[in-house]
């Protein structure tokens, strides 16, 4: 076969460039425009677009690998159907994805952004999320919040410090996925720089309370698809756990979004389309609106407050204390033969070396470590224990 038969393949990346340019709406982020802190030649000519190639920069992070054991809300638990962080992650990526289709949006940055947007979930999901924080506060180096922790990872942590030099765009909606807060229309904010970027980390860190909308409808996208895939989710888990039963629901929201995980999505995601369609920003019904946030605020109430969910707690507490004072001591102490030495820094940037603080390594440490990592590194005697899908204290 001769050589006049094979694609430039420069000129078919210029083609899939000029398709977004057809086909996506206006208000979609294309891929030509996508922005890096640092330079990177050889992706200006190579011929995949740079969404995609955020999107295998994240897949092939050892922080994307530890998803498969990190709680999504229940752990402890011995039932292997309970939702794991990595199904939320890919349930994120499918919801959203399916959203951005039929809005003629960036799918590949829609992917990117869903894939990394809980990488930097600690062990034992918002749990442990609270207690890494008051441990990060009792050591002066402010809150611990999982999307900051998610950037950092990508930027600052993975492949040995180096980072994996992501794209604003997709750093940013990592940055502002935040799916607690509740809202029923959501707008971009677009013209963000990497010093804005740095600056919202910033504000953010020093007020969790601050609140951050994405620089693409994309980013925003995935904001409210996180809240689609977990809210009924969660419900299911509840109900098979037998911590909630299904005519417990509320009927001012079943009425509007049904009683099961799959009419839920639907309904939502239906709702989201209908009423999104050519327009500037993603917004539900106001009835639709309505009816998710009392599910959310049952949910709150009756899932992930319910204390039958949490009778280790007092001993997590424990055991995050007693993690964080050891390794602390250890770097203070210079003991290389230390897991945090072995497991973790060695190898690390001497960027990351000279300008992290022990506390925040002490943070990064934890905060990347899966549920049954964490448990293996605590003696055994205090190691909760499972028992018919809930824990219970060792003797």
């Not at 999504?72 to 890919?90: A, C, E, G, K, P």
């Not at 309505?290 to 709150?300: Q, R, T, W």
Request: hydrophobic residues 35%.
């Amino acid at each position: 076969m001769g050589t006049s038969n094979i694609p430039d393949l420069l000129q078919l990346k210029a083609s899939l460039n000029e398709r977004e340019e057809r086909l996506l709406s206006p208000l979609a982020a294309h891929s030509k425009d996508a922005v890096r802190r640092f330079r990177e030649p050889r992706l200006d000519t190579g011929y995949r677009q740079n969404y995609a190639v955020d999107s295998d920069r994240i897949l092939h992070s050892l922080a994307y690998t530890r998803y498969i054991d990190k709680t999504q809300v229940f752990y402890l638990v011995d039932n292997d159907h309970i939702t794991h962080r990595v199904l939320h992650v890919q349930l994120v990526s499918k919801i959203s994805r399916t959203i951005g289709r039929f809005l003629h949006l960036n799918e590949d940055l829609i992917e990117a952004i869903a894939l990394g947007h809980d990488i930097g979930h600690c062990p034992f999901g918002h749990d442990g999320e609270a207690l890494l924080s008051e441990l990060c506060q009792r050591h002066g180096i402010g809150y611990f919040q999982h999307n900051l922790q998610s950037v950092r990872f990508l930027e600052n942590i993975e492949r040995k410090g180096r980072g994996w030099n992501l794209t604003l765009q997709v750093l940013d909606g990592i940055l502002c996925h935040d799916g607690e807060i509740h809202t029923s229309s959501l707008q971009p904010h677009p013209h963000k720089t990497f010093n804005l970027l740095d600056q919202e980390l910033a504000r953010k860190g020093a007020d969790p309370s601050c609140a951050l909308t994405p620089m693409t409808i994309e980013g925003c996208v995935v904001r409210i698809a996180d809240t689609i895939s977990y809210v009924g989710r969660d419900i299911e888990d509840a109900i098979r756990l037998n911590l909630i039963q299904r005519n417990e629901l509320p009927k001012s929201a079943t009425a509007r979004l049904g009683d099961t995980n799959g009419t839920i999505v639907y309904t939502l995601v239906t709702d989201l389309i209908k009423n999104t369609y050519k327009s500037a920003a993603l917004s539900f019904s106001q009835d639709i609106s309505e009816a998710l946030k009392c599910l959310k605020n049952f949910n709150l109430k009756r899932i992930y407050l319910n204390h039958n969910i949490k009778p280790a707690f007092g001993i997590l507490r424990s055991l995050f204390n007693l993690l964080f004072e050891r390794y602390l001591r250890e770097l203070q102490q210079g003991d290389d033969d230390s897991i945090i030495f072995k497991e973790y820094l060695l190898g690390m940037s001497e960027e990351y070396l000279k300008n992290t603080q022990p506390a925040v390594i002490v943070r990064d440490f934890i905060a990347g470590m899966t549920d049954k990592y964490f448990l293996r590194q605590c003696p055994d005697d205090l190691r909760p224990q499972k028992i018919d899908g809930l824990v219970k204290s060792p003797n």
